[in-house]
């Protein structure tokens, strides 16, 4: 057996990626006011910003783009789109969409309203955002663990089932609107859940009556952890562990821009009849007649080519040990993160990374800068700056953690990049108690994130 593994593809086409000097990237990082939003794609070497929407596809879903069948109303990229996901998900209603949140507010928007209640292992910002958008409450269980650095630990994406059911019984399960479990749990950093938790939440959710959701996102890539971490899956395909996953849940959300391998597109899958029909009816007032939704004839050709694509095991084992090669290698370095490596990102702890930076000047934008400054690189800070609140005396009070994530797109960098980016952290490393942090000279009221401008402190 090869110790190296190889990227399970050879490439077709190319897209020039623009270098840049170090005086370039600072001219660049001080138009942008110090946010790596701000900076146009051609001024970024390696763009680890996000993993959705950013895959490259391949010959064959290009070849399927070319096939595309834009008809209205039945036309045969729906049919092949609809055949693909039922045979995957087992759900026998599917809705297209154009993008996952938009499956969400169809499912949510329906379920929810003042009195109601939505639990989940942790709740995505877009799902957050379309519940709390109908006044209904949205709650996180995350399980014990997940923020702690233990690799031995699999599976902290697991929702807290005590917690679950504390709820339940708190609020009375006729209030409680969904419980959904997001696979991989994408904001407690990547991690897995196990299909013993699934399972168990499926039976909790039978018993008191309550309905209980997939966001499948990244099933595939949470399929690949249960096959080699969980007892009893070893000899069973990804695909197999993913459609035993569907077959425990009411309903699934999809975006199709993660483990559907596209640039865009989602859909919103069911068995209850009723919700069907309710969900369709706002389907069609709001993205597109119910054999599109919010997407083109060549859309869900790429995206039936794509879902299949990504429970390969040759796709799945690349991604996946790709993935951990630079966790595990920048923790080598001493680099500080959360471990063990989840399926579509790195986690840097930027608070331990810059030790003698406070929270309030935000050692994760500092991180983030230097990545640029330093390599060209972007990633994204999921920190105080991201989460950060104001009490009323107008003090920070602080996220959780200062992350920074580099997200990696799936089948667009090689070794090498990965290699280069690594270099970088190395080079960072050297200057870890010589950097200062920021202050915020603009942010808007929501998602300041997006737009804010920084000021560097020294
Ligand atoms: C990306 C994502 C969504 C939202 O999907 P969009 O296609 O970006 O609208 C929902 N849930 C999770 C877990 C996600 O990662």
Known sequence: MHKTIIEPFRI??????????????????????????????????????????TSAMSANQWAGIMRGDESYAGAKSWERFQQTIIDITGFTHILPTHQGRAAERILYTHLGGP?????????????????????ALALDCPADGNIHDNENQYFKGNIDLHAVEGYIRHYGPERIAAVILTVTNNSGGGQPVSMANARALAHMCQQYGVLMVLDCCRIAENAYFIKHFEEGYSHKTYREIAQEMFSLADAAVMSAKKDALVNMGGFLAMNNDNLARECTNVLIITEGYATYGGLSGRDMEAIAIGFE??????????????????????????????????G?????????????????????????????????????????????????????????????????????????????????????MELRNQRRGFSIAYEPPLLRHFTAHFVPLG
């Open 12 to 53: 077709k086409m190319v897209e020039p990626i623009y270098m840049s000097t170090p005086d370039q990237r600072k001219q660049h990082l001080e138009n942008a006011k110090y946010n790596p939003f701000l900076l146009h794609s051609d001024q970024v070497i390696i763009d680890l910003l996000t993993d959705s929407g």
């Open 115 to 135: 009195e109601k209640v939505f639990i989940s292992n942790t709740h995505f910002d877009t799902t957050r955002a379309n519940i709390e958008y109908t006044h």
């Open 309 to 342: 694509e990504v429970f390969r095991e040759d796709y799945l084992n690349y991604r996946i040990k790709s993935t951990t090669y630079v966790g595990e290698k920048l923790h080598e370095l001493g680099v500080p993160l959360i471990r063990p490596i989840g």
């Open 344 to 428: 579509h990102a790195v986690y840097i702890d930027a608070k331990a990374f810059y030790p003698l930076i406070p929270t309030h000047e935000y050692p994760g934008q500092r991180l983030a800068c230097d990545l640029y400054l330093f390599g060209g690189i972007r990633s994204c800070e999921i920190g105080s700056v991201m989460f950060g609140k104001y009490d009323n005396a107008g003090k920070l009070i602080p996220a959780r953690q200062e992350l920074v994530r580099l997200a990696i797109p799936r089948r667009v960098y090689t070794q090498s990049h990965m290699d280069y980016v690594i270099e970088t952290f190395a080079m960072l």
